[in-house]
Every structure is written in structure tokens, then in C-alpha cells.
């Protein structure tokens, strides 16, 4: 569970703190009219972080994330995209975490030129030239992303079948008006998968691999909601997937975002949950 912080200042002082001490089957969607229940939203925020196994540096940053998701708890979602030359296997690799979605999706948020990178809700901060970020921006630019109003409320629910298929079901609910086209991407991602990777001290053959991006159920630019969202306007969509033989269900999570892709590809809001 991550700490609850009741004051942005206060958040961002315990962050300091904190760093300063670490050396597919779809049904179609269901369109609703403003919601009566007076629902809110968390904002929540979503790294996509780029490594490969080859990647000597890449271990690191995980650490970092994993380190950041202990002071976010849920509110932080990271999703570990296997993509580009450092994504190659090993001889003793069991798992292959380069897929054509893997490659297909850092086509779409841009190619790192060093590592460890991430995107942070796939935005381009004030002052970037790019939404790829280096390790050393990172708290910075999720803590900004934390502070955010939240603009749509984000939830999903899943089940499990003994035959090994998952259902998704994704509810969204407007909080302010938006004047832009809405999409929404679904991702399965599995924690906890041990393989080889490299890491400074040589290749570690049983290595720990977090939050793996493993299938995307959407389109990968998104699957196109609205054209524009009223406060209380309330959205549903469900996916059906099965569940490979060689994933541990226990470890899948499903991660829903909904974003744009006019041009800009920011996630307003990210949700994430275990299948089982």
C-alpha cells in the first residue's frame, strides 16, 4: 500500500525525502447518460518504461520504479515495454518479451536514444522536447502528473474463467467537459517472471522481470471512444481474452488508459488490477 498523503506540498516533501534516502474479443461500448451518482475520480499515472534484456543499465531503473511505486502505492502504474535491440533473447531465455505490439508501441511513443527512458502519461513537460524521459526526471514529472485534477474517472473489473479466459470490463465517467476525441487502450501486463537479464555485475540468469507488457487488446494507438465527453457522461467497454499457458495467471494484471491520439498522445487517466 502506498502512503497517504493528505497535502500536495506535504506529498512532495516525502518524496524528496524518500529519494533523498535511496543511494481479444470485444463487446462494443455502452454509451450512458450524466451519471447520478455523484462519482469521483483519482488520478493516477502511467510509465511505460523502455529495457530489453540485453540492457546493462536498464535493471536500475526498474529499481527506481519499483521503489516509487512504494510511495504512489496504486496510483502508480508502470507498464515495462520489451522493444528495439536490447529486447533480442538470450540462449536460456524461457520467454519471449519482444512482440510485434512490444515493437509497434515504441514505434508510437518514440525510439530511446539512451537508457534507462520512460514516458510519464506520454506527455511532453513544459521544457522537454520530447515525452521520452531519462531516469533523472522521472519523480519530478510523476509528481506534477499526481498533482492533476482528475478530467474522467477510470475503474475496471475482471474475472477468470477455469478455462483460463479473462473478461475486462472498463467504466468511465466524464468529471469535466472535453472537446477532444477520447481512446482507450487495454493492456495485460505479468509481474514476477523470472529469465536472464544483464545487469552490471553480468547476466543474471534468474532475474526478477516486473510489469512485462505481454498483450495489448486494443488497437495500440488506442481504440477510439467519443469525440467529446459531458461531465457525468458515463462510457463502458468489455474484452475477453485467454490466457497463455506459459503466463502465471496470479501475476497478470490488466491496465486500462484512456488518452489521446489527435496529435498529442497524453493519458488523462490509468487504472490497473489483478485478473485474479
Known amino acids: 500500500m502506498g502512503l497517504d ?110 537508457y534507462p527512458s520512460a514516458t510519464v502519461n506520454r506527455t511532453v513537460f513544459s521544457g522537454q522536447n520530447s515525452r521520452i524521459l531519462g531516469q533523472a526526471d522521472w519523480a519530478s514529472s510523476i509528481q506534477s502528473s499526481a498533482d492533476q485534477e482528475p478530467q474522467i474517472a477510470l475503474d475496471l473489473e475482471t474475472g477468470l474463467a477455469a478455462n483460463g479466459q479473462v473478461t475486462i470490463d472498463v467504466q468511465m465517467a466524464g468529471l469535466v467537459q472535453i472537446d477532444y476525441p477520447l481512446f482507450l487502450s487495454v493492456l495485460l501486463t505479468e509481474d514476477n517472471i523470472t529469465d536472464p537479464q544483464n545487469t552490471l555485475s553480468g547476466v543474471e540468469l534468474n532475474y526478477t522481470h516486473h510489469h512485462v507488457l505481454r498483450k495489448i487488446l486494443t488497437p495500440v494507438s488506442g481504440e477510439s471512444l467519443v469525440s467529446s465527453l459531458s461531465i457525468g457522461q458515463r462510457l463502458s467497454k468489455s474484452y475477453q481474452y485467454t490466457i497463455p499457458d506459459n503466463w502465471n495467471p496470479d501475476q497478470v494484471h490488466a491496465v486500462a488508459l484512456v488518452h489521446r491520439n489527435d496529435g498529442q498522445l497524453d493519458v488523462l487517466n490509468v487504472v490497473e488490477k489483478k485478473v485474479k
Open 5 to 114: 498523503f493528505t497535502t500536495a506540498g506535504f506529498k512532495y516533501l516525502a518524496l524528496l525525502l524518500f529519494l533523498g534516502s535511496l543511494a481479444c474479443t470485444e463487446i462494443p461500448p455502452v454509451i450512458g447518460g450524466p451519471d447520478s451518482s455523484g462519482q469521483t475520480g483519482e488520478q493516477r499515472v502511467l510509465v511505460e518504461e523502455f529495457t530489453g534484456v540485453y540492457c546493462v543499465n536498464c535493471p536500475g531503473g526498474s529499481a527506481f520504479l519499483q521503489q516509487l511505486q512504494e510511495v504512489y502505492g496504486d496510483r502508480l502504474v508502470i507498464v515495462s515495454i520489451h522493444a528495439g535491440f536490447f529486447a533480442r533473447q538470450y540462449p536460456e531465455s524461457q520467454h519471449q518479451f519482444k512482440t510485434d505490439e512490444t515493437e509497434a508501441l515504441q514505434n508510437l511513443l518514440g525510439t530511446p536514444v539512451a
